[in-house]
């Protein structure tokens, strides 16, 4: 099944180029709303106008300006804006899925292990924000927010939801390690 959005991009070895717009958006954005002064009630004298309200909504101070879908050893590479790349086979980015599916409904966040040969079938772009595979198992529920994938990459210091190390390249699991 295909996303809502973007085109069919596996097996070609495909090569997603993000808009350079996206790349402006830094850092967080506050929006501030205006007072609304409250109409007063019969016979009682009009306060003040209440606080300003302020909203605030977060998006990622680091957005993928390139990606790229290796086939012929199943990795995605993904560069950000800040020039870095990421690196992800894509076993791995199936063991991080993080669909409820997948994740439950507990706040614990779990790698479920794949197989190495796990491929990716489709993918495609989630609005401005994430970006979505179908697996050659046939799953497609994951919608892999960018920050999502900043807390999985490998060279990400693992306060995030990754929690066990990479062992001459590949991820182990914490309890593998004792
Ligand atoms: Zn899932």
Redesign the pocket.
């Known amino acids: 099944m295909r996303g809502p959005e973007g085109a069919n991009l596996a097996g070609l070895g495909a090569k997603v180029v993000l808009p350079r717009s996206r790349a402006r958006s830094r850092g967080h954005a506050r929006v501030r709303r205006p007072a609304i002064a409250r109409p007063a009630r019969a016979g009682t004298p009009a306060g003040p106008p209440p606080p300003p309200r302020t909203q605030t909504c977060y998006i990622p101070r680091v957005l993928p300006v390139d990606i790229v879908h290796r086939t012929q050893d199943h990795a995605l590479v993904i560069t950000w804006e800040d020039s870095s790349a990421s690196e992800y086979p894509v076993a791995y980015l199936r063991g991080w899925?993080?669909?409820a599916?997948?994740q439950g409904h507990s706040n614990i966040i779990k790698y479920r292990p794949a197989p190495r040969d796990t491929s990716i079938i489709e993918l495609w772009e989630v609005g401005a924000y994430a970006i979505g595979f179908r697996f050659s198992d046939g799953?497609d529920?994951?919608i892999f927010r960018w920050t999502w994938l900043r807390d999985i990459r490998h060279e990400a210091v693992p306060t995030g939801p990754k929690t066990s190390r990479f062992v001459a390249g590949h991820y182990v699991a914490d309890e593998d390690l004792h």
């Open positions: 899925c993080p669909c599916e997948c799953h529920k994951g």
